[in-house]
């Protein structure tokens, strides 16, 4: 079986940053472990990165979410703590919205039969992530590793994993 793990968006400024969440702190262990897993197993691991440019605040996103954060070149963007060591010598994404279509090209030339998905924030690019890793690859397995993913938004987050499991085929694990 062939298997991917996508590290969503692991970044200084959604842990320790502008965005800070003490939820995206507490996984970076877990997060770890399964990086550290795949490296021995000598599988993939991808790593997307929430990026943006000075401007952010005159785009779309930036007028909804008016924080700025993880503008390129700067410390925000880049990825927290042990996952940034973790990475090197990885292929790494950077995508300006919250989906990647990026990724799914990438993906959608590749024969994995399992993607597990974890990072931050769930309910927003990391489901967004995990539904372009279905649509580009249709017959593969795409979980979310619920112990690896964080929101400040419980609420919804769980909302969002409801979503995942009772209509998009996306499991929770």
Do not use: R, W
Request: hydrophobic share 40%.
């Amino acid at each position: 079986m062939k298997k991917c793990l996508i590290v969503i968006d692991y970044q200084n400024d959604f842990v320790i940053g502008t965005l800070a969440s003490k939820n995206a702190q507490a996984i970076e262990k877990n997060i770890v472990e399964l990086i550290e897993e795949y490296k021995s197993n000598g599988e993939d691991i991808i790593f997307t990165l929430d990026t943006h440019e000075q401007n952010y605040m005159d785009t779309q996103e930036g007028h909804n979410l008016p924080v700025t954060h993880c503008i390129k070149g700067t410390s925000g963007h880049e990825l927290y703590g042990q996952v940034q060591s973790l990475s090197k010598g990885y292929k790494k994404i950077e995508k300006p919205a919250f989906p990647s279509l990026e990724l799914g090209n990438y993906l959608k030339n590749k024969d994995y039969d399992e993607i597990n998905l974890v990072g931050v924030v769930s309910h927003i690019c990391v489901i967004s992530n995990a539904i372009i890793a279905k649509a580009a690859l249709p017959e593969a397995t795409i979980n979310i590793i619920k112990a690896a993913v964080a929101s400040e938004d419980l609420e919804t987050q769980e909302a969002c994993f409801q979503v995942c499991e009772n209509g998009l085929q996306i499991h929770i694990l």
